[in-house]
Nanobody, 130 residues
Framework: QLELVESGGGLVQSGGSLRLSCVAS????????IGWFRQASGKEREGVSC????????NYADSVKGRFTISRDDAKNTVYLEMNSLKPEDTAVYYC???????????????????????WGQGTQVTVSS
């Protein structure tokens, strides 16, 4: 059974850092693109970052570019999201998700749309205080 589990969220002051982890099980992990998304209270879910199969490409939303770094350790079936210089507007529930459709041709480029991803974790809360 395919499963994604996020961890690493918490409460941090503005300017601080957190590292989120997404551990996958139940599928051939390194074959697929993994994305990070977030959803703030009262807002739609938005794409934050993604990393292609075997780390061949990465992509970031403009709002986090230069502050967040995505990486993957396929030996551990884990994708990380290193978040630095956090701002109060980064407060949200953060989700990881996997794209399984057309995995061999899907590429992590352009806008990161939630509807393009097929399986989701349960989310981890990130709260940044001012």
């Amino acid at each position: 059974q395919l499963e994604l589990v996020e961890s690493g969220g918490g409460l941090v002051q503005s300017g601080g850092s957190l590292r989120l982890s997404c551990v996958a099980s139940g599928f051939t992990y390194d074959y697929y693109t993994i994305g990070w998304f977030r959803q703030a209270s009262g807002k739609e879910r938005e794409g934050v970052s993604c990393i292609s199969r075997r780390g061949s490409a990465t992509n970031y939303a403009d709002s986090v570019k230069g502050r967040f770094t995505i990486s993957r350790d396929d030996a551990k079936n884990t994708v990380y999201l290193e978040m630095n210089s956090l701002k109060p507007e980064d407060t949200a529930v953060y989700y990881c998700a996997v794209r399984t459709r057309d995995a061999w041709i899907y590429s992590c480029v352009g806008t990161i749309y939630p509807h393009e991803y097929d399986y989701w974790g349960q989310g981890t809360q990130v709260t940044v205080s001012s």
